[in-house]
């Protein structure tokens, strides 16, 4: 009894009977198997796209601020006036205050 077991084990008979019985449980398997590495891989590139994003917004970031304190600082008066004397540029400061203009009066 148990060589005719052993023999259809060593020979492949009980594998095939089981693949021919349960194809279906297996090919879903296999699916769940490709859907897994499929997501898998996704969720990988998005990781390494948001990484590369946030790189490039930090960096981003630290040049506008570079760029906004280069202006506010240009943007003063006592550097307005700097500039005018290295260049050469003889302009005075206004003597009167700006006033506002209203439209009713004209």
Same mark, same amino acid.
């Given at each position: 009894? &148990? ?20 194809? &279906? ?20 590139g998005?990781?390494i796209?948001?990484t ?53 009066d004209?």
């Amino acid at each position: 009894m &148990k060589r005719p077991v052993l023999k259809n084990i060593m020979g492949g008979q009980t594998v095939k009977s089981l693949i021919t019985k349960q194809w &279906k449980l297996i090919f879903y398997i296999f699916l769940l198997l490709l859907l897994y590495i499929t997501f898998k891989f996704g969720a990988r590139g998005t990781k390494i796209t948001l990484t590369a994003n946030e790189d490039t917004l930090r960096n981003l970031r630290s040049e506008y601020l570079s760029k906004y304190t280069l202006l506010l600082r240009t943007g003063k008066r006592g550097e307005i006036e700097r500039l005018l004397e290295d260049n050469g540029i003889e302009l005075l400061p206004p003597q009167t205050p700006p006033q506002r203009i209203d439209s009713e009066d004209m």
